[in-house]
């Protein structure tokens, strides 16, 4: 019997449709090119919103996308019901036309263990992949604890207690699958969300896009109210304004719910000619847009939650030969390295003096960039990760005596 005939995965996941989210496409395409049949359900959107289409082997189950949940606790609380009723309805689905063994939940939310404890008396397994702390990330959101926080926790431990595997993006992750989770080390696996080397390649700026600056900064990722764009303004802002460093232009990649607030903040401070939104881009035009740039910036406030997360934007910047300057965040400097300057924590002026002294420094951006570069392709990148996600399914189909 062949490996693909074995092993079934089911992989779920909330807050992005795939193959969008680029870390579970490129868990899917890897366990697929090891001969697992995989599944996914996700929700539609960002011009994803076929309901079913196979892509590179993946058969992909969508649902549609739910309104975006930021005015509150209720609204979430309606998400993950829409959300949640769906899984259950194309999980059904799956199982009728292609089967699973392994269910591989990605959180947002720490729900997806319910789906999990409906088929574990058919003998199907959990594999947890921790993508955010979740009560922390409802503390960096609400800038609360109280009874939700504490009802995530419960979520959460609930979570690792149907896992029979966790993978985790780093190792201040796994520590917490461990020390809060329960779990036992030989059971958690650090897997990175780390980019394809050959996916990020290095090319010559677009003039168009640098609008004539002498230094062009860029960002990349959700514009949401736990990424710190407002900090990032302020900082443009004193960058601009207060130190006299006027030949600078900001490259704004994403999209989220607080982007109409950030538009209105740089309007508002009189920086529109410093800006450009370019809203969502993907592939060859992220790309673009990216090599355009010289520094690149991850504004992300020291929190509970940022304090312990790896950053995506911040390994694509590294991979493009970009040197960084972020808040020092413990797993900021762990992905970095001497590929970053570090501001002092949430303190706007001196993200700007970082700024400015990379502006004032060509060669040691260049050296930057270059330590940057080889710490990906040296340690974290996908190439490294994937090892650890294939060694990871070795362990949970060995538990279930299918090794």
């Given at each position: 019997m062949t490996k693909e005939a074995k092993r079934r995965v089911l992989i779920v996941v909330e807050n992005l449709p795939v193959p969008l989210d680029r870390r579970v496409w490129l868990e899917a395409t890897t366990l697929t090119q090891a001969g697992y049949a995989v599944s996914v359900i996700c929700p539609t959107g960002r011009g994803w919103d076929k309901h079913f289409e196979v892509i590179d082997d993946i058969h992909i189950y969508r649902y549609p996308e739910p309104s975006e949940a930021h005015s509150g606790a209720v609204a979430y609380a309606k998400e993950y019901l829409w959300s949640l009723w769906h899984w259950f309805r194309l999980a059904?689905?799956?199982?009728?036309?292609?089967?699973?063994?392994?269910?591989?939940?990605?959180?947002?939310?720490?729900?997806?263990?319910?789906?999990?404890?409906?088929?574990?008396?058919?003998?199907?397994?959990?594999?947890?992949?921790?993508?955010?702390v979740c009560p922390e990330l409802f503390e960096a959101k609400f800038?609360?604890?109280?009874?939700?926080?504490?009802?995530m926790l419960i979520w959460e431990r609930m979570t690792f207690a149907c896992a029979s595997v966790s993978i985790a993006t780093n190792e201040s992750f796994r520590d917490i699958a461990i020390r809060r989770g329960g779990m036992?080390?030989?059971?958690?696996?650090?897997?990175?969300?780390?980019?394809?080397?050959?996916?990020?390649?290095?090319?010559?700026?677009?003039?168009?896009?640098?609008?004539?600056?002498?230094?062009?900064?860029?960002?990349?990722?959700?514009?949401?109210?736990?990424e710190g764009m407002d900090l990032l303004v302020a900082a443009a802002d004193h960058l601009i304004r207060r130190m006299g460093r006027s030949d600078v232009h900001f490259i704004i990649v994403g999209f989220g719910p607080e982007l109409p607030n950030v538009e209105a903040d740089v309007a508002r401070r009189g920086l529109g000619d410093h800006f450009t939104f370019t809203g969502a881009l993907y592939d060859e035009d992220m790309l673009r847009a990216l090599n355009s740039c010289d520094i690149g910036v991850s504004p992300d406030p020291k929190n509970a939650m940022n304090d312990i997360s790896t950053m995506n934007k911040v390994m694509e910047y590294m991979t493009l030969e970009k040197p960084v300057v972020q808040f020092d965040l413990k797993e900021g400097r762990a992905s970095a390295g001497e590929a970053s300057l570090y501001a002092a924590a949430n303190d706007?002026?001196?993200?700007?003096?970082?700024?400015?002294?990379l502006m004032d420094a060509p060669e040691r951006r260049a050296d930057m960039g270059r330590i940057g570069r080889a710490r990906v392709t040296e340690r974290l990148s996908w190439a490294h990760s994937a090892p650890h996600l294939l060694a990871a399914y070795d362990r949970i189909f060995a538990k279930m005596g299918r090794g």
């Amino acid at each position: 019997m062949t490996k693909e005939a074995k092993r079934r995965v089911l992989i779920v996941v909330e807050n992005l449709p795939v193959p969008l989210d680029r870390r579970v496409w490129l868990e899917a395409t890897t366990l697929t090119q090891a001969g697992y049949a995989v599944s996914v359900i996700c929700p539609t959107g960002r011009g994803w919103d076929k309901h079913f289409e196979v892509i590179d082997d993946i058969h992909i189950y969508r649902y549609p996308e739910p309104s975006e949940a930021h005015s509150g606790a209720v609204a979430y609380a309606k998400e993950y019901l829409w959300s949640l009723w769906h899984w259950f309805r194309l999980a059904r689905q799956v199982r009728r036309e292609r089967g699973f063994d392994v269910i591989h939940g990605c959180n947002p939310p720490d729900l997806v263990f319910l789906l999990a404890l409906r088929y574990r008396l058919a003998g199907v397994r959990y594999l947890f992949d921790h993508h955010d702390v979740c009560p922390e990330l409802f503390e960096a959101k609400f800038a609360r604890k109280g009874l939700l926080y504490r009802i995530m926790l419960i979520w959460e431990r609930m979570t690792f207690a149907c896992a029979s595997v966790s993978i985790a993006t780093n190792e201040s992750f796994r520590d917490i699958a461990i020390r809060r989770g329960g779990m036992a080390p030989e059971d958690v696996f650090v897997v990175r969300s780390a980019p394809k080397i050959e996916k990020f390649q290095i090319r010559p700026a677009d003039p168009a896009m640098r609008k004539g600056a002498g230094t062009v900064l860029g960002y990349v990722g959700v514009i949401g109210q736990q990424e710190g764009m407002d900090l990032l303004v302020a900082a443009a802002d004193h960058l601009i304004r207060r130190m006299g460093r006027s030949d600078v232009h900001f490259i704004i990649v994403g999209f989220g719910p607080e982007l109409p607030n950030v538009e209105a903040d740089v309007a508002r401070r009189g920086l529109g000619d410093h800006f450009t939104f370019t809203g969502a881009l993907y592939d060859e035009d992220m790309l673009r847009a990216l090599n355009s740039c010289d520094i690149g910036v991850s504004p992300d406030p020291k929190n509970a939650m940022n304090d312990i997360s790896t950053m995506n934007k911040v390994m694509e910047y590294m991979t493009l030969e970009k040197p960084v300057v972020q808040f020092d965040l413990k797993e900021g400097r762990a992905s970095a390295g001497e590929a970053s300057l570090y501001a002092a924590a949430n303190d706007p002026e001196d993200f700007a003096a970082k700024i400015a002294e990379l502006m004032d420094a060509p060669e040691r951006r260049a050296d930057m960039g270059r330590i940057g570069r080889a710490r990906v392709t040296e340690r974290l990148s996908w190439a490294h990760s994937a090892p650890h996600l294939l060694a990871a399914y070795d362990r949970i189909f060995a538990k279930m005596g299918r090794g």
